[in-house]
Each structure stands twice: as C-alpha cells, then as structure tokens.
C-alpha cells in the first residue's frame, strides 16, 4: 500500500476533533454500552485545523453517538486540504411553506429579509443570500445578516431550526433520466439553494463553534479509505494511542498479505474487502 495512505490513517483523541456541523438529539443513537458494536467499520474523515486539532468532515452524528458512550479514542484519515471538494446541494424541504418563511422573518426583522430591500448592503460584506422555491410561487430570495463572516450565520440556524420543528430537509437528489433504480419519493414544500462554502468557511465555524445545520455542505476527498473494521475491544482498551496506531498497522499488513485489501481507480481504499 501506498505510504501516503498509510500516513493518513491515525487513532486520535476524540476531544480533539472538531465538527463544523451540529446535530439534533433525535438524530443519533448513543449505543449503551460500546460492547454492543464489535467493529468500528470506517475511520471518520477529517483533516487539520491550526490549534493541533482536527475538522471532523462527515457523520457528525455517528460520532457524537460514540463520544457519548464513552469513547476516547477515535480511528481517523487525516486527509490534505489540497484533496478535498465542498458541496452544496440543492435541499428540500417538508412541512414548511412560504407562510412559514414569512413568519420567520416577522420574529427576525433584523436578521431575515424576504425580498431584496432597497438601500441593503450586498455581497459578503454583510450578508449571505439564500433562495426558495414553494410550489407554483416564482423564486424568492431571503437575506441572512452576517455582518460577523464567522462560521455559519445566526439567522441559516433560526431558518433551519425552524424548519425542523414542523418537518424535515433532506438534498435533492436528481436521478438520470433512464434509470430504472427504485427510490422513495419525498414530496417537498420547497426547495432552497445556498451558496457554496469552502475550508475556511467549515473551520471557522467549528473554532468560533458556530456550527451550520448537518447535511447542508457534502465533503469530498480525492481519495477514501473504508473498512478499517477496528476492533472495539482494542479501541476501548487501555494501551495507548501509540500501540493502538501500531496495532492498526499491522492489521492492514496483515490484511494486505492475505489479499483482503483492494482499491479502485486510485480513489476508494477497501482496508478488509
């Protein structure tokens, strides 16, 4: 295996990683006892932020599971700044409509405008633009305040607070024309489309800890490692970080002499296929 990957797989304290995103209680499950889960499947993604911590990247609410059962240490893939891609997808949302929207505002009157108000400020300056769409209703443009430019505006959080104490948002997924995969559909009372955010934007957010709502920014790298398949009695034993890194090196060797590891077009690593 190459040793780039090897250099990105690490075992770090859990205190240590920093989430961008925040999570509702409802959305996870703190197993009661970590016994109950043999393996701990894939290391989390993250990469460096400037206080010797680390940005967590994805599955904020698997690990807030685990941290609240108690665990320490945490299998990671540290990955370079220069090998990650930011999305932002188009969202739907459920059980909120544009009088919803206008009610909002009403309680923010400072902090939402629906509409683009003659004589505001435009641009990052001051604030961040977002765009809604319910039904048959021409697109509506909705002003977030953001005079701070730290981490995710105040009034994304009172929007998407709001949004889920009546229903939900999931992304738009669009399938390709001819495809014949069968997939649930979600009826949606509208769609919202936010402007894309980057690295700074996500590691400002997890510093100053004004986190964005989970789900709204996708990270991708330009390669993943998955099925670390780390033994949670070893995880949770108390030997050290070091021997639990030494540990998980010599279970990719030993996997990697067994035939048990593969990789794909250079961009998925399957530790334990």
Known sequence: MDSEIYSQIRILDSCRLRPFEFCQPADYRAPADLSELPLLRH???????????????????????????????????IC???????????????????????GLAA???????????????????????????????????????????TGCPLPLEYLFRSILRTGRYLPVVKLPGNSD??????????????????????????????????????VVSSFRILEIDFPMSVLTSRISIAEKEAFLKELVMFREQALKTSFYEGRIYLLNR
């Open 43 to 77: 290391p989390f993604l993250t990469t460096h932020l400037e206080d010797d911590s680390y940005l967590l990247l994805e599955e904020t609410a698997a690990f807030q599971a685990l941290v609240e059962a108690g665990l320490k240490h945490i299998p990671v893939q």
């Open 80 to 102: 370079p700044e220069a090998g990650l891609r930011f999305i932002s997808q188009a969202i739907g949302l459920t059980s909120f409509d544009y009088d919803d929207l206008l």
């Open 107 to 149: 309680r923010y009157p400072r902090q939402i405008a629906v509409g683009r108000r003659p004589g505001r400020v435009e641009g990052p300056t001051g604030y961040l633009n977002v765009n809604l769409k319910f039904g048959d209703r021409p697109p509506v443009d909705v002003q977030l305040r953001h005079s701070s430019q």
């Open 181 to 218: 995969t069968v997939t649930r559909k979600v009826s949606f009372t509208a769609t919202l489309s936010l402007p894309s955010f980057n690295i700074d934007d996500l590691k400002t957010a997890a510093l100053a800890d004004r986190l964005f709502p989970a789900g709204i920014v996708r």
